[in-house]
T-cell receptor, first 114, second 113 residues
């Protein structure tokens, strides 16, 4: 199994509060991704990173920010959580070599915004 | 823009039956990759297979097989002699020149004993 740890695994928070989810990898992969999973939508990309301090937006980036100060850590922040951000969040990693571009996923974080 | 369609929302079969999960994709990229992932009830996402757009050979891995047809933009997944442990949500996904994955909405497979 790829060495990906997401924390926390579960979180309940209130509308309007800031929330930070952490993804930590031990594989030294360059690429990291944050997805959210909602019924009927599969997984949708929020943000991704292609190196330290290099990030870009995905399909559903509104209301989210990310940071990557170290290769191994990719943080997802909800500045002011809303009920529409209740979801399961997955982190993924992949290698630089496009021929090896397989994304491996963490166990997920279940977030409830009340 | 890329799109992946999994028209079968839910499939239910009896153990030992064969089952095929459909996946149709759209992309303008000439080089792209197709994937299948499995999400068992425990919730993790398990990588099953990746195919690139230049390799249309079908692939078999044990009870699993995949049929890639560029002419119909399809990448279907067949489980032979299904087992209860195959019960899961299966996702088809696509990546092109940009590495991001575009997922289908998933097919919930239930295998009944």
């Amino acid at each position: 199994d790829a060495g990906i740890t997401q924390s926390p695994r579960h979180k309940v928070t209130e509308t309007g509060t800031p929330v930070t989810l952490r993804c930590h990898q031990t594989e030294n992969h360059r690429y990291m991704y944050w997805y959210r999973q909602d019924p009927g939508h599969g997984l949708r990309l929020i943000h991704y990173s292609y190196g330290v301090k290099d990030t870009d937006k995905g399909e559903v980036s509104d209301g989210y920010s990310v940071s990557r100060s170290k290769t191994e850590d990719f943080l997802l922040t909800l500045e002011s959580a809303t009920s529409s951000q209740t979801s399961v969040y997955f982190c993924a990693i992949s290698e630089t070599d496009l021929a090896k571009n397989i994304q491996y996923f963490g166990a997920g974080t279940r977030l409830s915004v009340l | 823009a890329q799109k992946v369609t999994q028209a079968q929302t839910e499939i239910s079969v009896v153990e030992k039956e064969d089952v095929t999960l459909d996946c149709v994709y759209e992309t303008r990229d000439t080089t792209y990759y197709l994937f299948w992932y499995k999400q068992p009830p425990s919730g993790e996402l398990v990588f099953l297979i990746r195919r690139n757009s230049f390799d249309e050979q079908n692939e078999i891995s044990g009870r699993y097989s995949w049929n890639f047809q560029k002419s119909t933009s399809s990448f279907n997944f067949t489980i032979t002699a299904s087992q209860v442990v195959d019960s899961a949500v299966y996702f088809c996904a696509l990546s092109g020149s940009a590495r991001q994955l575009t997922f289908g909405s998933g097919t919930q497979l239930t295998v009944l004993p």
